[in-house]
């Protein structure tokens, strides 16, 4: 089983039926995943693999097998994209109102014990990509700091113990 077919329940420790948080960016960019996929992509495979079938022996005829697993991998890729569509709760960083305190979408700087500052946007689990700084909603950094206002001190569990930072700043609508 692929971790797009295990996705039922969502990732852990998130309650099943819980919505997919993500940010309008983020729901594009799936959306336009799944358009692309079901609409340029899979017809271009499916005339492939019409066209190899053609040939007649299919035991060796590689387009026809590539083509039948290319399929078998974007109908995967297109399921896993509406459900996950279907379930997406859209929140608009920039409508944040309550921009004092730390909501998906927040955009936050925090202080480590050494002095170093950190700056994190906390968007949704499909969006996350921590080489930009960019975490998910349910990572335990951002868990830790869901909630919290400028100065206010998170404990965030890590690998190598407990450390605790401290909310620097908070930015919405941008990051």
Known sequence: MTDEEDDEDGPPGIPPGTPF?????GHARLSEELRRLWNEE???????????ASLGDRSENADYQYGKRRLREIDRRVRFLRKRLE?????????????????????VTYARGDDSEVTVTIVGIDEADTARGRISWVSPVARALLGRRVGDLARVRTPQ???EVEVVAIRYGEG
Request: net charge negative.
């Open 21 to 25: 948080y993500m940010t309008p960016e």
């Open 42 to 52: 899979r017809p271009q495979v499916v005339e492939v693999v019409a066209w190899a």
């Open 87 to 107: 379930r997406a709760q859209v929140v608009d960083p920039a409508a944040q109102t309550r921009r004092d305190q730390v909501f998906f979408g927040a955009t």
């Open 161 to 163: 113990g407990t450390e």
